[in-house]
């Protein structure tokens, strides 16, 4: 029998106490001697409304509704910047993106000679040294080669897009015979005919499978470049022979930014049937989330603003949980934390690493309440099955 767990709007507190309840799960998995699978699922502009569990009318999501309704959709979820390279800063760093130059580009953009250092400790990178595997499929956009790379701040394996964008059918990032090709595997340029959310869903699919098959924990984080401009559908090659520039105004259609979502809510789908096929389901962290509000076409309902905005409507996400709110940078602490990894410590430390690292006493009472009134609401929930 599935029950709902839904946190509705949790305070500030309760906030920061639930990634410390995910680093505890991940403990005892550890000492159990099964430590448990990260999946990381980022959309890329989707709005807060944008996913029927949040209130869309037009089309249903029911696989990424599926995460909300076996176990936790909050409606409080904020990401670190209302653009993509900011808020992916913070997120691989556990940082305020701020602290790095890459961080202060919003977004960053084509030919920028910035990137994430290779030498900063990044979520990926302390889990490796945990012993997981670790793979980036879809966007990275935190430099270019030959001086930045996924696989030089701690993946294993990448396969995707350097840039902020590219076509869904050339996967190029500008338009025109001249643009070049953005698709990489590892740091090689390679050429695959397809629909690119299909395609990262395809990988998704192989990595999961074969990292079962090595029964190995690991983590994969699955960034799709959909619902970002340009807007084309599965069906829509000749879409892409059409427009003169990615981010075309011309284009696009909530028809199409459905088709979009639809094509995205799929492959969702598509891992989590192999996570339950290769009997790893269980024992896998799945999280659901986008990297700033929405833009065209997206609904942010009932808020204003868009990506680009510090308003509610850029900075609001969507945000589920399965198998166990703040903000994307809580992340690197939580899971770091939670195989026993050290996370890595700002010059000024924000004041969630000094709790998270037993340094402020009231808030680490507060995350120990908050903690144990989750672990009796799981244990209820449990009970109950």
Sequence with gaps: MRHNISVA????RRVLATPLALALAARTSRAQGAPPNIVFIMADDLGYADLSCYGRRDYTTPNIDRLAAEGMKFLQAYANSAVCSATRTALITGRYQYRLQVGLAEPLGAGSPLGLPPEHPTLPSLLRQAGYGTTLLGKWHLGNLPNFSPLKSGYDHFWG???GGVDYFTHKNGVGPNAPVDLWDGDTSVEQAGYLTTLLGDRAVKTVTD???ERRPFLLSLHF???HWPWEGPQDQAES????AL???DGGSLKTFAAMVGELDQQVGRVLQTLAGTGIAGNTIVIFTSDNGGERFADTWPFTGKKTEL???GLRIPGRKHNSAGGHFDGLASHASGRRRNPPRSRVSSRWHESAAGVDAECRAGFAETLLALQREVAARDARR
């Design 241 to 244: 022979q059409r427009i003169r």
């Design 161 to 163: 897009i350097h840039s």
């Design 211 to 213: 990292y079962a098959a």
């Design 9 to 12: 709007h949790p305070t500030r």
């Design 247 to 249: 981010a075309d105004y």
């Design 311 to 313: 308003l509610e409507g």
């Design 225 to 227: 470049n959909a619902p």
